[in-house]
């Protein structure tokens, strides 16, 4: 069979392919990209939207963003980055609303305030420094911070409805928080990419052979489930963008730069009210802090949600064990990934992080009284019957190795880029979606960066996104005059 030949071959139909692809049918709208997907149907794993948060990541209501040291002080450098970060890809979409690629931002994105919500003197104390300190900078100029019950009821009426424990209660807030539906999101934007020329989309195929050829193209062969047969690929470049599965693709790809990585796979459920009489006294997204032992991910939050135009509330998320790297995975997928390179590392995360796996395993075998229980911090009123378990989708965690040859257990997201810049691959989990723009520009500043020094492209990607090569960090100016037309553009003001 003869190989189709192809500038840009996207692996996985989620928000991080669907991103890049749009972006570079923006930047070259001629360019021969195609797009293949393992399911019968794109955006169903990590991007739909029971399967993640929904949340806008901004660093406005996550404390895991801003930690805390043993002498008492606060880091919010990251809370910044990811705050940064999230108004590029506020600026996008923008640009593709105003495009009319997008449909109505109410479509995918809806305004819901995110608070920040603590008890007991000491998480009051840390959540007023936390704020003192990050209200003083241009990106969070807007959080107002309060230890009055009666502004929180006014803020959160169930969760604090009949809250009388006597516990001091604090929260901070941010009323152009969003929730986003990543799955509507990523369907639009791959529909509008059907429709442009040199765009194909392969559903229920799936990659089984990814090398490397002489002549510097990858060949890529792929599985098509609807009729047994292999189709064949030479691609420019490979973007690897399948959520979990994607380190067993770089794995595949036997590139340099995937040695030592391994997965930590994490599952995850979440507790989901659709009571109208009860899913209308909340509008908002209230984070806490997460219990000692969980890892990031798992900070319980009470979140207002609209998926596929409904709403509900959702809370969570309940982490578990699982060996599989998808949701709709193989539980022998940790134990494939296991190779000579990495075992090492693996082994030694395994070794220091036997909390994290009781922690997890006792997760899993929480029956739906302890949940709900861990419910009622949030909501004290809570019914058992007005919820129910649903599951989310899976979580790969980083494992790298280090200076030390010894294994790390990373809990963001990174890129692994082969050197030539022909292949890149995403690992990682949180913040994740939020940032997928931002993500794919740091994909075409290593792997397109002759094309993207070019006039043309400097001119295109200054459209879509008009703080490119900038810093929103330090220019609030140039931050004020942004995300006064995002939140515009968005609809995303509230109050």
Not at 276 to 297: C, F, I, L, N, T
Not at 434 to 446: F, K, N, P, W
Not at 469 to 493: C, F, I, M, Y
Request: aromatic letters at 8%; one cysteine or more; glycine letters at 8%.
């Amino acid at each position: 069979m003869t190989a189709k030949k192809v500038d840009v071959l996207l692996v996985g139909g989620g928000v991080m392919s669907a991103t890049l692809g749009m972006l570079l049918k923006q930047l070259d709208p001629e360019m021969r990209i195609v797009l293949v997907e393992r399911l019968d149907h794109v955006a169903h794993e990590s991007t739909d939207g029971w399967n993640n948060a929904g949340t806008g990541h901004a660093g406005y209501c996550e404390l895991n963003y801003t930690p805390q040291a043993d002498d008492g002080s606060i880091a919010i450098d990251r809370a910044l980055a990811i705050n940064a970060s999230f108004e590029v890809t506020l600026q996008f979409w923008s640009s593709l609303v105003e495009q009319n690629i997008l449909p109505s931002p109410k479509k995918f994105i809806n305004p819901t305030p995110h608070l920040s919500f603590v008890w007991g003197e000491k998480d009051v104390e840390f959540l007023r420094q936390r704020h003192q300190l990050l209200s003083q900078h241009h990106l969070f100029k807007d959080m107002v911070f309060s230890d009055s019950a009666d502004q929180l009821a006014e803020w959160m009426p169930l969760v604090m409805q009949n809250r009388n424990d006597g516990k001091p209660v604090a929260a901070t807030r941010v009323a152009y928080g969003s929730d986003v539906d990543f799955g509507s999101l990523t369907r639009s934007m791959i529909s509008w990419l059907q429709e442009q020329p040199n765009f194909d989309l392969h559903l229920k195929h799936s990659v089984t052979t990814l090398r490397k050829s002489r002549k510097g193209f990858w060949r890529v062969e792929v599985e098509d489930e609807n009729s047994g047969e292999e189709k064949k690929f030479e691609a420019d470049f490979v973007f690897l963008g399948a959520g979990g599965g994607s380190l067993p693709l770089l794995q595949k790809s036997n590139i340099d730069e995937s040695r030592g990585y391994g997965g930590f796979p994490v599952s995850g459920q979440w507790l989901v009210c659709q009571q109208e009489d009860v899913v209308k006294q909340h509008r908002s997204k209230v984070y806490g802090k997460a219990p000692v032992g969980a890892p990031p991910m798992s900070v319980p939050h009470l979140d207002t949600r609209i998926i596929n135009g409904k709403p509900a509330l959702l809370f969570g998320p309940f982490a578990g064990f699982t060996t599989k790297f998808l949701k709709q995975g193989s539980f022998f997928d940790l134990f494939s990934s296991v190779k000579r390179y990495n075992v090492k590392p693996m082994l030694g995360v395994g070794r220091d992080n036997m909390d994290l796996t009781r922690y997890l395993i006792g997760e899993s075998f929480q029956s739906h009284k302890d949940r709900v229980a861990s419910l009622r911090n949030y909501f004290p009123e809570a019914r058992e019957e007005n919820w129910r378990l649903q599951d989310a989708g899976m979580r790969v965690q980083i494992i790298k190795k280090n200076a030390q040859g010894h294994g790390k257990l990373e809990f963001g997201t990174e890129i692994v880029a082969a050197k030539d810049g022909t292949l890149a691959a995403l690992l990682g989990a949180s913040p994740g979606a939020s940032t997928a723009v931002q993500a794919m520009i740091d994909v075409l500043e290593r792997c397109f960066s002759d094309r993207l020094q070019s006039s043309e492209w400097q001119s295109r990607i200054r459209d879509l996104i008009p703080s490119y090569g900038q810093s929103l960090v330090k220019d609030g100016a140039l931050l004020d005059e942004v995300r006064e037309r995002t939140l515009r553009t968005l609809q995303l003001q509230r109050d």
